[in-house]
């Protein structure tokens, strides 16, 4: 069973997602171009976005264990003022990463902080940040690529770790499942599969063997094959169900994408 990514990997893919994030900025036509997979945004807002994370994270790793963000870190973010001259904002951009990737540096995998997201398979740690900010400045970088008309697929490498970490952050919880008690199983073309178990004891998932694979499991409600890429950006709503091959009840997936547990 493959290994996840380790503290260096995550820091080294965060700076690497970030400058190719400023890349394709600095390639755009212009800031005002629309983002077609963020609806209402433009290039100029995503910049805003994903800057403004980087510094939201970074305060937030650095206050420690919390049991919520910095007084005040939600309302300096909506208040950042971002420079629009390009080259400002390409060096804005690189100072909030940098003050993220110092503040996990700083703070080591094994810290406590605040996060949003329930610690039932994801750690609130500053290695669970990591992790995190390397999904959220890779998919913003393919945003900002389709943005820019120079739409690339995630790096293998991150789009292997991104599904597993997008099933154990964004979807994972203690709160009943309201339906029937269901399976999802996600398997990449690159030979990484996942089960996703909902019920009444919540949402939980864990790697399965790939398919063809000897097992004593029973069949999913519904199996989503793609590459490891197409299935990220799929479950950030980026691509439709369509795009991918889907084997039993799709339906279930329409109840997934619908359900916002809340603690």
């Not at 209402?40 to 206050?63: C, M, N, P, S, Y």
């Not at 900002?144 to 995630?154: D, K, M, T, V, W």
Request: charged letters at 20%; a negative charge.
């Amino acid at each position: 069973m493959e290994k996840n990514l380790e503290f260096p990997d995550l820091l080294r893919l965060i700076d690497e997602r970030s400058t190719a994030f400023r890349a394709a900025v600095a390639a755009a036509p212009g800031l005002d171009a629309p983002v077609p997979t963020c609806p209402e945004w433009t290039l100029f807002d995503l910049v805003k976005h994903l800057g403004g994370g980087d510094r939201f994270w970074a305060a937030i790793v650095g206050a420690g264990p919390a049991d919520g963000p910095p007084a005040g870190a939600a309302a300096a973010r909506a208040a950042l003022e971002v420079p629009r001259e390009r080259e400002a904002m390409l060096a804005w951009l690189a100072a909030s990463t940098r003050l993220l990737l110092d503040a996990l540096r700083e703070a080591g995998p094994d810290a406590g902080c605040w996060a949003w997201w329930s610690a039932l398979q994801t750690p609130r740690t500053s290695g669970g940040v990591a992790r995190h900010r390397v999904q959220e400045s890779a998919v913003h970088t393919y945003d900002a690529l389709l943005a820019s008309g120079a739409a690339q697929p995630l790096p293998a490498e991150v789009a292997l770790d991104g599904v597993e970490e997008f099933l154990f952050t964004c979807v994972a919880s203690p709160v009943a499942w309201p339906h029937k008690p269901a399976t999802f199983d996600f398997h990449a073309a690159e030979g990484r599969s996942w089960r996703l178990t909902v019920d009444g004891d919540g949402a939980r998932s864990a790697r399965i063997p790939a398919p063809g694979a000897a097992t004593g499991e029973d069949a999913a409600g519904v199996s989503v094959h793609g590459t490891a890429g197409e299935l990220v950006v799929y479950l950030y709503d980026r691509i439709p169900a369509e795009s991918l091959r889907v084997d039993g009840d799709a339906g279930l997936l329409d109840l997934l994408r619908a359900w916002e547990p809340e603690e």
